[in-house]
T-cell receptor
Framework: GAGVSQSPSNKVTEKGKDVELRCDPISGHTALYWYRQSLGQGLEFLIYFQGNSAPDKSGLPSDRFSAERTGGSVSTLTIQRTQQEDSAVYLC?????????????????FGPGTRLTVL | DAKTTQPTSMDCAEGRAANLPCNHSTISGNEYVYWYRQIHSQGPQYIIHGLKNNETNEMASLIITEDRKSSTLILPHATLRDTAVYYCIVRPGSNYKLTFGKGTLLTVNP
């Protein structure tokens, strides 16, 4: 079946511009996560959605970052007034409801990521 | 989340077993051990997880010590496509973020 998809795959923007990154989770997955991976760095958690609500936003680095999820499906990560240090690969993951067959307990399925470059 | 310690890098010959260690001495009773890997330029991929019993699936085996303070991921017959960064993560077995460390870069050599 279809996996997690993200768009765009690559985004180049100028410092100060706003960007929107999109994540389409696997159908039926109730949990959705955003991470980012800067060059040479590990993966950093940003935000977690359960349905349309975000019980954990602790990883968002500043108030320039926001995310929403609508209809329990698609999520958008928005970065306002981008800075060069925002350059990274932004990864989205989703996981099925606990106890769902075909998946390990809360296994997270990752998309291919969006590579953001801020000039 | 409990902190994990892994070697920075390891090498393995193609066709041989790859044994990747992980120390998690501060693991809590409700925390599971998860392994993910990240092949270059791809998103992370789930491999296996366990609580206290050893586990095996089509990809790998997970051996957890009796005191749960360390574990070993075993790829029984490594191939060149197994070259990746392998992450050992401990977290509660509920919907929860993954906290990635530096992982182990496994290089499978022909």
């Amino acid at each position: 079946g279809a996996g997690v998809s993200q768009s765009p795959s690559n985004k180049v923007t100028e410092k100060g511009k706003d960007v929107e990154l999109r994540c389409d989770p696997i159908s039926g997955h109730t949990a959705l996560y955003w991470y980012r991976q800067s060059l040479g760095q590990g993966l950093e958690f940003l935000i977690y959605f359960q349905g349309n609500s975000a019980p954990d936003k602790s990883g968002l680095p500043s108030d320039r970052f926001s995310a929403e999820r609508t209809g329990g499906s698609v999520s958008t990560l928005t970065i306002q007034r981008t800075q060069q240090e925002d350059s990274a690969v932004y990864l989205c993951a989703s996981s099925p409801p606990p106890g769902t067959s075909g998946g390990a307990m809360n296994e997270q399925f990752f998309g291919p990521g969006t590579r953001l470059t801020v000039l | 989340d409990a902190k994990t310690t892994q070697p920075t890098s390891m090498d393995c010959a193609e066709g041989r077993a790859a044994n990747l260690p992980c120390n998690h001495s501060t693991i809590s009773g409700n925390e599971y051990v998860y392994w993910y890997r990240q092949i270059h330029s791809q998103g992370p991929q789930y491999i296996i997880h366990g609580l206290k019993n050893n586990e095996t699936n089509e990809m790998a085996s997970l051996i957890i010590t009796e005191d749960r303070k360390s574990s070993t991921l075993i790829l029984p017959h490594a191939t060149l496509r197994d070259t990746a960064v392998y992450y050992c993560i401990v977290r509660p077995g509920s919907n929860y973020k993954l906290t990635f460390g530096k992982g182990t870069l496994l290089t499978v050599n022909p």
